[in-house]
């Protein structure tokens, strides 16, 4: 499960993955997890939705929508992009790679 | 008001970390920020618990935001440098309810702790604390609060400026998407505001865009800055940061915040709420 999101970063209590469109995923660079990157959410026209701090083991979680989302990470080791298409409620998980 | 009247860079503020008469105040969306590295002799400011009555839904009363400034050794005449994470969402809502009080001397640190951290800016776990001061508040300047039976009497009389994001303002969703979704309300936006998110204010590093960039905004999106406004969001804090944008930075004279925002607006009864791209 190298590099995959950590799953021990608990959901909230009560959140329903038959309901919610959750976004999870681990911003990487040369394949080591960055903490503390900025990870924004952006929607399919480009448009900013919503901007979260990477965890210590460099993972993030967005509650979105069904949709195509990009996902953009700014950090002290670079800046990077991933697409990320979510077809229906559930857990969707990406890794974001900077550089 | 000029932009040096509102903003200091992170160069100024790094030259006048510990300055006499300069206090950096840090408030977080996420309260715990600042336990994990903070500006230099910066004090915190918990939004939760200290910018809002803890009983009722208000923001704190002129008494308890003399007791707020006074326990953090902040004197009537201090400047405060307010900063803070996601692109100052909650410094804005500080520096929004610090004029309310009528604190004239109140500043953002541009770009908030993103850009101090970008930069790879010094940050302490230094645990600070100031000697407490006898604070005197004025009262609430409500020219720039608005509450719900104006925001009602203000569809298709004032500007109104939505800043969620877009996938908020058409209903599709109700909360920005790194919280979960609330069902409490009903999603939509208040009928002939115009959606202008907050973001499109900011540069990815979470400084505020330049005077010219911003008019031409603001400009594009048919607001006109000599009609009264109201900003409104979620609950507040993002239209806090339209309204520095606006009133602070831009200089329209007439711009109000309404606090209350969607998760008020959104569960009146009775109400109109209009779904989609809107009407303007």
């Known amino acids: 499960m190298c590099g995959a999101p950590d799953q021990s970063v608990a959901l909230p209590a009560g959140t329903d993955l038959t309901k919610e469109t959750v976004l999870v995923g681990r911003v990487l660079a040369s394949g080591s997890p960055v903490a503390g990157a900025f990870v924004r959410l952006l929607d399919g026209t480009g448009e900013f939705t919503a901007e979260v701090v990477a965890s210590a083991s460099g993972d993030f979680r967005f509650f979105a929508a069904p949709g195509t989302w990009t996902l953009r990470a700014l950090s002290r080791s670079g800046n990077g992009e991933a697409v990320l298409t979510a077809d229906g409620p559930g857990l969707h998980t990406t890794e974001l790679a900077v550089a | ?280």
């Not at chain 2, 005077?211 to 009609?227: H, K, P, T």
């Not at chain 2, 831009?250 to 969607?262: E, R």
Request: glycine share 10%; proline share 4%; with cysteine.
């Open chain 2, 1 to 280: 008001m000029s932009r040096q009247d509102v903003l200091v860079t992170a160069d100024w503020a790094e030259k006048n970390l510990g300055t006499d008469g300069i206090v950096f105040v840090e408030v977080d969306e996420d309260t715990t920020a600042y336990d994990g590295g903070h500006l230099p002799a910066a004090v915190k400011i918990n939004w939760t618990t200290e910018l809002q009555d803890p009983v009722r839904r208000d923001i704190v009363s002129k008494e308890q935001f003399e007791q707020l400034l006074s326990s953090k050794g902040i004197a009537e005449d201090d400047l405060v440098v307010l900063y803070g994470g996601n692109n100052n969402w909650f410094a804005a809502y500080a520096y929004w309810e610090f004029k309310l009080y009528g604190h004239e001397g109140v500043k953002l640190l541009d770009g908030g702790r993103k850009k101090w951290e970008l930069d790879g800016r010094p940050l302490t776990t230094d645990e600070v604390s100031r000697p407490s001061t006898s604070y005197t508040a004025k009262d609430a300047d409500l020219s720039i609060r608005a509450f719900r039976d104006e925001v009602v009497d203000s569809i298709g009389v004032k500007n109104l400026v939505d800043v969620r994001s877009p996938d908020e303002f058409s209903g599709k969703i109700l909360a920005p998407a790194h919280l979960p979704q609330e069902q409490s309300q009903r999603p939509g936006h208040i009928p002939t505001a115009i959606n202008v998110p907050w973001s499109k204010a900011a540069n990815e590093d979470g400084t505020f865009k330049s005077d010219d960039d911003l008019r031409e905004l603001y400009g594009e999106a048919g607001l006109d800055g000599s009609q009264p406004t109201i900003a409104y969001c979620r609950i507040g804090e993002r239209s806090s940061h339209t309204w520095v944008v606006l009133r602070e930075l831009l200089g329209h004279s007439d711009v109000k915040n309404y606090d209350g925002s969607w998760t008020e607006y959104g569960s009146l009864i009775g109400v109109p709420i209009e779904l989609g791209t809107g009407s303007r």
